[in-house]
């Protein structure tokens, strides 16, 4: 059973530009979610993506966008990178949304510097 | 206030003490989450819980709906026990939103 996955591990851009990071789901999961998580802080909900479909979003702008694919793999887009878009993104997959499916397994994350 | 709010926010011990950490939320839930955090950024799902208690080996999590309030509980604690400990919970209905506390750093002294 292969865990889940992120690419790239690590990542420079500037100011402006845009970036889109990758999440391999665990095998046999539906359900991606993608987190911030900012130097010292707790993770933040970006939003989930359950059967190819946006299935929550926390408190982020427009310019953070998503997609999941039939094979439940996900991609998180960033565009207009700010400096404050500098974190360490996580992505996490689970059986389901929720009750007993929503378990979540953590990738390894993606850390963004934005100079 | 945030929604989700953990304590202590720090935690030295020495090695073989029982150590708990404490979550407390303002929101409905419909699941509870305890996660292991090490350096490096690296995340563990310990437990994921929504009424009463869970055991996995050293680990104990509790949860209290009524006063909503959680706790992990570490027994015979060892130095590799030390990581950042994060309560998350899952509220939200049909609309997914996962809400995490800001994590308590655990270290460990042998």
């Known amino acids: 059973e292969t865990g889940v996955t992120q690419s790239p591990t690590h990542l420079i851009k500037t100011r402006g530009q845009q970036v889109t990071l990758r999440c391999s789901s665990q095998?046999?999961?539906?359900?991606v979610s993608w987190y911030q998580q900012a130097l010292g802080q707790g993770p933040q909900f970006i939003f989930q993506?359950?059967?190819?479909?946006?299935?929550g979003r926390g408190n982020f702008p427009p310019r953070f966008s998503g997609l999941q694919f039939p094979n439940y793999s996900s991609e998180l887009n960033v565009n207009a990178l700010e400096l404050d878009d500098s974190a360490l993104y996580l992505c996490?997959?689970?059986?389901?949304?929720?009750?007993?499916?929503?378990?979540?397994?953590f990738g390894p994350g993606t850390r963004l510097t934005v100079l | 206030k945030n929604e989700v709010e953990q304590s202590p926010q720090n935690l030295t011990a020495q090695e073989g003490e029982f150590i708990t950490i404490n979550c407390s939320y303002s929101?409905?839930?419909?699941?509870l989450h305890w996660l292991q955090q090490h350096p490096g950024g690296g995340i563990v799902s310990l437990f994921m819980?929504?009424?009463g208690k869970k055991k996995h080996g050293r680990l104990i999590a509790t949860i209290n709906i009524q006063e909503k309030h959680s706790s992990l509980h570490i027994t015979a604690s060892h130095p590799r026990d030390s990581a950042v400990y994060i309560c998350?919970?899952?509220?939200?209905?049909?609309?997914?939103?996962?809400?995490f506390g800001k994590g308590t750093l655990l270290t460990v002294n042998p």
């Open positions: 996490a997959s689970s059986l389901g949304p929720q009750g007993p499916y929503n378990e979540q397994f």
């Open positions: 095998s046999g999961h539906n359900t």
């Open positions: 993506y359950y059967r190819e479909e946006e299935n």
């Open positions: 929101v409905g839930i419909s699941a």
């Open positions: 819980l929504s009424s």
């Open positions: 998350a919970v899952l509220s939200g209905g049909s609309n997914y939103k996962l809400t």
